[in-house]
């Protein structure tokens, strides 16, 4: 089946550190991935995402390159700050009807100053 | 405004009650979706509806029904309520019937049952 394996957390890292968060995948057929950010107290918001194998998808620092060989979308920011603090999730979903987003189970990450 | 709303946000209620959450999005799509978040953030499709249609109706207790008046609005109602079901429940829209569509999710219902 479809699925989503992210890194267990919590990660804790100090402001200005380099920050990755592994995402693979498992899929049958050609998945568009995603990271969604869930703040605390707040809803899911969409961060990036990639459509197609080599794409990167990038935003507000954060970035992540579709590796259709690894089957990986790992999530990297180059200087984390205290307000990236919270629960990254990736995923992923097919371009067909009646698809929904499938999840993985979260990572949540930690800035301390 | 918010583009995805849902009412209520905050909801504790007693085992074997009916309750329903009501979700409204102001973006023109056509698709919404109800999701479920558990007590570990794990978030799971319940529910999807395209212009007024079951699309997506994945291995939930027959208790949760979804209903959808128009294309706007995608309400959730629960019969005889289990401890098990207090979890946060997201609603969201996109438009389109593609799963690669960006997804728009509300802030979440965060229902506790006593």
């Known amino acids: 089946g479809n699925s989503v394996t992210q890194m267990e957390g919590p990660v804790t890292l100090s402001e200005e550190a380099f920050l990755t968060i592994n995402c693979t995948y498992t899929a049958t057929g050609y998945p568009s991935l995603f990271w969604y950010v869930q703040y605390p107290g707040e809803g899911l918001q969409l961060l990036l995402k990639?459509?197609?194998?080599?794409d990167k998808g990038s935003n507000k620092g954060f970035e992540a390159t579709y590796r259709k060989e690894t089957t990986s979308f790992h999530l990297e920011k180059g200087s984390v700050q205290v307000s990236d603090s919270a629960v990254y999730f990736c995923?992923?979903?097919?371009?067909?009807?009646?698809?929904?987003?499938?999840f993985g189970k979260g990572t949540t990450l930690s800035v301390s100053s | 405004d918010t583009a995805v709303s849902q009412t209520p946000k905050y909801l504790v209620t007693q085992m074997g009650n009916d309750k329903s959450i009501k979700c409204e999005q102001n973006l023109g799509h056509d698709t919404m979706y109800w999701y479920k978040q558990d007590s570990k953030k794990f978030l799971k499709i319940m529910f999807s509806?395209?212009?007024?249609?079951?699309?997506i109706n994945e291995t939930v207790p027959n208790r949760f029904s979804p209903k959808s008046p128009d294309k706007a609005h995608l309400n959730l109602h629960i019969n005889s309520l289990e401890l098990g079901d207090s979890a946060v429940y997201f609603c969201?829209?996109?438009?389109?019937?593609?799963?690669?569509?960006?997804?728009?999710f509300g802030e979440g219902s965060w229902l506790t049952v006593v």
């Open positions: 995923a992923l979903t097919f371009n067909q009807a009646g698809t929904a987003l499938i």
């Open positions: 509806y395209n212009n007024k249609e079951l699309i």
């Open positions: 969201a829209s996109s438009q389109g019937r593609s799963g690669r569509n960006t997804i728009y």
């Open positions: 990639a459509t197609k194998a080599d």
